[in-house]
């Protein structure tokens, strides 16, 4: 795992922040956390809406700029390619 945490702002008010290991989002009514075990997809729905879909668990959509579009488009490719080819297991 990292110890650089990688960031992005989708907003004036929203933060994506990834370190590796756990995908967060600061800004909205609660800061929601996604470990990388569940494999959290950031889907782009539309032109202003992002989706996050976990594994397991619930999704989490919310608005983000779209001036800021190939910042998040990157961040997200970034994150995605992070999981490699791991099968998001945790080791025993």
């Known amino acids: 795992m990292s110890s650089i945490v990688d ?15 756990v995908l967060e989002v600061f800004g909205l009514v609660d800061v929601a956390r996604f470990h990388r075990g569940l494999r ?4 782009f729905a539309g032109k202003t809406r992002i989706t996050i879909k976990p594994r397991s668990g619930g999704n989490l ?5 779209p ?26």
């Open 61 to 65: 959509s919310f608005f983000f700029d």
């Open 7 to 21: 960031e992005v702002w989708a907003s004036p008010s929203v933060l994506m922040s990834y370190d590796g290991r």
């Open 67 to 92: 001036a800021r579009r190939d910042e998040v488009e990157a961040f997200a490719a970034r994150v995605h390619a992070s999981y490699g080819t791991d099968d998001g297991a945790e080791a025993s």
């Open 40 to 43: 959290p997809q950031i889907v």
